[in-house]
């Protein structure tokens, strides 16, 4: 299990470098707000898959699922009033 939740980990930690990537390669702010939300949204669900495997207890995997609930409620909102946003100016 240690290996499985550590090779999650790294794929977790890659979307992370995508998402980084995306946002300084990307020329548009909407481009931008795609590669922000979604690899740092997986790569979210990745990192805390990976701590729930490495540390099986039950306010551990709760506190999680509340962390992931939260970021996937509020991440869509925060791209929209970005993306609304920039296209006022």
Do not use: N, W
Not at 64 to 71: E, G, H, N
């Amino acid at each position: 299990m240690e290996a499985f939740s550590g090779i999650i980990l790294v794929l977790g930690g890659f979307f992370v470098l995508v998402a980084g990537v995306g946002l300084l390669r990307y020329p548009d702010l909407l481009f931008r707000m795609h590669a922000a939300t979604k690899a740092s949204g997986a790569a979210l669900v990745l990192v805390l898959l990976a701590v729930c495997l490495r540390i099986p207890e039950t306010p551990v995997i709760v506190k999680s699922l509340f962390a992931l609930t939260f970021a996937f409620i509020t991440l869509p909102v925060a791209a929209h009033l970005l993306g609304r946003a920039f296209r006022q100016e």
